[in-house]
């Protein structure tokens, strides 16, 4: 995320970093008038500093699974937890946050913000996301395209192993999280009494099989 506002145009009027030197005026905070100019010029002038917009993130939640099953759908569960912490931190740390995934219904698409009422905007997103069967991370990749905006960074989030691969074939620079790669359980802790297979809406779980009933 850094590198991609670093790519980013500075504008004047910030706070962040030297853009220039312009003429200075009343009212304006003196602690930025270049004295060594002014006085070779003969005219007040006054330091302008940039103002360097925050990393923009797009979260693109791959929610596919072959099959129901507990494992796929625990899998799911915590690619979700992934994006929803991913979100809460990055929102807390001043940045602009969007989400886009795959269902059943199409696409769902909220468009990166920030603030409190765009984070549980986010976040119920996220929470109310539906089974998907339907399109796997190579179709979620091809409509990122569609979405995508200069100066976001795109981070896929995934329970398969070759979202990396599909990110890599893609136009845009992107960062991939899957559950099965060993430094996500570095990146994200959760505790470990959360049961994943136990998250799911009650409607989406897999019915249980005849074995287990006719033991019940």
């Given amino acids: 995320a850094d590198e991609s506002a670093s790519r980013r145009k500075p504008r004047p009027g910030g706070q962040d970093e030297f853009f220039g030197v312009k003429e200075f005026r009343f009212g304006e905070n ?4 270049n004295w060594r100019r002014s006085a070779r010029t003969g005219t007040m002038v006054a330091n302008e500093m940039t103002r360097v917009a925050p990393p923009r993130l797009m979260l693109f939640v ?22 929803a912490s991913l979100a809460d931190a990055a929102l807390a ?7 886009h995934a795959l269902g059943a219904d199409g696409p769902a698409t ?11 905007d986010v976040l119920t997103m996220l929470a109310q996301l539906p089974l998907n069967e339907h399109h796997d991370s190579r179709s979620l ?20 192993s070759s979202a990396r691969g599909l990110s890599e074939m893609s136009r845009s620079s992107w960062i991939t999280i899957s559950t099965q790669q060993p430094e996500s359980s570095q990146y994200f802790q959760f505790d470990p009494v959360i049961n994943f297979r136990l998250t799911m809406p009650a ?6 099989a005849k074995t287990e009933r006719a033991h019940a």
């Fill in 30 to 33: 003196p602690r930025y008038i």
């Fill in 62 to 83: 791959d929610t596919h699974i072959d099959r129901r099953s507990d494992e796929s759908h625990a899998a799911v569960e915590r690619v979700i937890a992934m994006a």
């Fill in 93 to 99: 740390a001043g940045m602009s946050v969007g989400v």
């Fill in 110 to 120: 909220i468009t990166p913000n920030r603030g409190k009422r765009h984070r549980r």
């Fill in 141 to 160: 990749v091809a409509d990122a395209h569609r979405i995508m905006r200069s100066g976001t960074t795109a981070v896929m989030i995934s329970s398969t």
């Fill in 203 to 208: 409607e989406q779980q897999p019915a249980p």
